[in-house]
């Protein structure tokens, strides 16, 4: 029997991987037969997924080349040359209308979420161009597409990977089996919600006509496709996943 969507013999690494979204990537793929290294600012998170996932844990600090490059090459002299990329490392930023927000804050969440993604990719691709070879997965936010009022950094940060991965998708197309794709999730469920007000969560909720948060499983799961082979026609796209929210 065939064994859909293995990822048997492929080497993936995944930013922010030493916790929440990232953590459930990392499982899924290491469920699948990928050898991961679960890259993270915190390098004992990292560690304690990648011991669940008999894979690497390394230290990464997005935001820093030095950093980024070290994690990288971290990875392939650890796992072999690398496969699949999945830009999972973000934060949302300071909540606050437009005319309250600063300049330091919006720089901060660039240098997470777009700067982060553009050179993790930068320092992966032309190894997937020697090898013909690759997929790129970039975690956006529905907030790319709709724009959250009270976030506009991150809706911009998380529009500005959209584009980048369209771009990038059409850079490598042809070029070899190299894919580029993102998703754009509303609301996912995890432990830090636990510390948000009911009210807070009903908002959030009320805005998603199934009615509940997503699962980080369902997220995982989507990108476990879009890592897979069988994606090979499947590039420069942007994949909701968000209970039917998106009013675009």
Known sequence: MNEF??????VAIVTGGGQSIGEGICLRFAAAGARVAALDLNLDNAKAVASKAGGV???CDVTKRESVIAAIDGARKALGPIDIV???AGIVG?????WEQ???NLDQVYAVNLRGPFLVCRFVIEEMLQRKYGRIVNIASIAG???????????????GLIALTKALAKEVAGKGDITANSISPAVVYTKIHDTMPKATI??????????????????????HYLASSEASFTTGQCYDISGGRATY
């Open 57 to 59: 844990g390394l230290h």
């Open 202 to 223: 009903d908002y959030m909720v009320s805005k998603i006509p199934m009615g509940r948060t997503g699962k980080i499983e369902e997220v995982a799961a989507l990108v």
């Open 94 to 98: 300071k909540t606050a209308l437009l």
């Open 5 to 10: 969507f293995s990822l048997k013999g492929r």
């Open 102 to 104: 600063d300049v330091e």
């Open 145 to 159: 597409k709709e724009g959250n009022p009270t976030l506009i950094p991150y809706s911009a940060m998380k529009a």
């Open 86 to 88: 999945v830009n999972c």
